[in-house]
């Protein structure tokens, strides 16, 4: 039995996202720049495929620019702001300690190149204070880029809040929903968002296509240059497949988010209260009820969590760690460590994150295997503990 809890780092490719994607790549091969029958088929997919994606944002489909993945959306969006904010003087950056990679080393680089940043710290749940980001704004701000959901921790911030804050001193907010987009609902009017980046492989699309939606008025310094694809905002002739799988997962996503959400979360809180009842000292980690549906993570004190994440594998469960190794050094999660988390609690954290094959059986065998894993974990640990005393 082999069982896929690390949704949050991918998604299985929905067997009917699949079959479209197929017929699309057999049977559609023209480039919709093309004027001709076959060019004009392709952007016929496209433009469909672009309605789909704007159905499940609340946008309108003019607005979403189709990309690479969410590592490009962000990009694109921080990128492409800040080089256009640079113009009228906007030079001041405003992101959180615990966002994605994607956005983190995108302003850093740009601080590199004379961007002032601010990187605002989180509560011990998880959770930006909109006051700190009050105080943070200034006249030179341009951007705000906060996470919607964590990957790590799933913890939801109140982006309206903190977009209407940046608003107020004039300044753009982007949002990466890569985590929330296909799990809860999404409406980037609510969200007050000026940018939102999204990605197909976390919502049962192929990889290599996502998504970024730009409110319409706001400009954006484009990343890739060529071509007049995507209204001039991204050079380079379409992904046809991957549009029409992103299109279709959306649409699809859709169709079942509200009745798939409280699935995820009831199987979810089963898991967690399984472990935390059947296996003594864990805890979890970040803000309990405002996360997405699909993720916990847990740490288990006195166990190394890669220890655990291959004991896991072994026994045919796949999670991941809170932590990323780097280099061949076991770093803690940056992002449990900004919450406060003590270096040996982030270093004993396991994420699980649900999707949508997931069953209360596989559940039940997960929260039966971990107790004895754990405990044979943790009496090597001890014995290598006192061997090396
Ligand atoms: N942002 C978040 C929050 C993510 O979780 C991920 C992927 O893990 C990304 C961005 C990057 O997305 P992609 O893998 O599509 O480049």
Redesign the pocket.
């Known amino acids: 039995m082999r069982i896929y809890l690390d949704h949050?780092?991918?998604t299985p490719v929905d067997p009917a996202v699949a079959d479209a994607v197929c017929r699309v790549v057999t049977h559609a091969f023209g480039n919709p720049s093309s004027a001709h029958a076959f060019g004009q088929q392709a952007k016929s997919i496209v433009d469909t495929a672009r309605s789909q994606v704007a159905a499940l944002l609340g946008g309108r489909p003019t607005d979403v620019v189709f990309t690479?993945?969410?590592?490009?959306s962000?990009n694109l969006a921080i990128r492409g702001a800040a080089e256009l904010l640079a113009a009228r003087d906007r030079r001041h950056l405003i992101t959180t300690g615990i966002?994605?990679e994607?956005?983190l080393h995108t302003v850093r680089s740009l601080e590199r190149l004379g961007w002032r940043t601010t990187i605002l710290g989180v509560d011990e749940r998880g959770i930006v204070d909109p006051e700190a980001l009050r105080e943070a704004l200034a006249d030179d701000t341009g951007l705000v880029s906060v996470?919607h959901a964590?990957?790590e921790i799933g913890t939801i911030q109140p982006i309206a809040e903190l977009a209407a804050l940046a608003h107020q001193r004039g300044a753009l907010f982007h949002t990466?929903a890569?985590?929330t987009v296909g799990k809860i609902p999404v409406d980037v009017a609510s969200l007050e968002t000026d940018l939102l980046?999204l990605?197909?492989?976390?919502l049962n699309a192929p990889?290599g296509i996502?998504a970024l939606w730009i409110k319409r008025g706001v400009r954006l310094g484009p990343q890739l240059t060529g071509g007049r694809h995507e209204r001039g905002r991204r050079a380079g002739t379409e992904n046809v497949p991957g549009c029409v799988g992103l299109g279709l997962a959306c649409e699809r996503a859709a169709a079942k988010l509200a009745t798939e959400a409280t699935r995820l979360a009831d199987l979810r809180d089963r898991l967690e209260g399984g472990i935390l009842a059947r296996v003594s000292r864990t805890a979890v980690n970040g803000e309990p009820t405002t996360r997405v549906p699909n993720t916990t993570n847990i740490s288990f004190d006195g166990v190394e969590a890669e220890s655990l994440l291959i004991a896991l594998d072994l026994d045919g469960v796949a999670v991941s760690t809170g932590s990323a190794c780097s280099s061949g050094t076991l770093e803690p999660s940056h992002v449990l460590r900004a919450m406060g988390l003590s270096p040996h609690r982030a270093q004993n954290a396991i994420r699980f994150s649900l999707g949508a094959g997931n069953t209360a059986e596989e559940i039940d065998h997960v929260v039966g295997l971990l107790p004895a894993i754990v405990e044979k974990l943790r009496a090597l640990t001890h014995a290598g503990t006192r061997t090396s005393a």
Do not use: F, L, R
């Open positions: 949050n780092a991918t690479s993945g969410g590592t490009e962000d966002e994605h994607a956005v996470m964590n990957n990466d890569v985590q980046s990605s197909g492989h976390k990889k996502g």
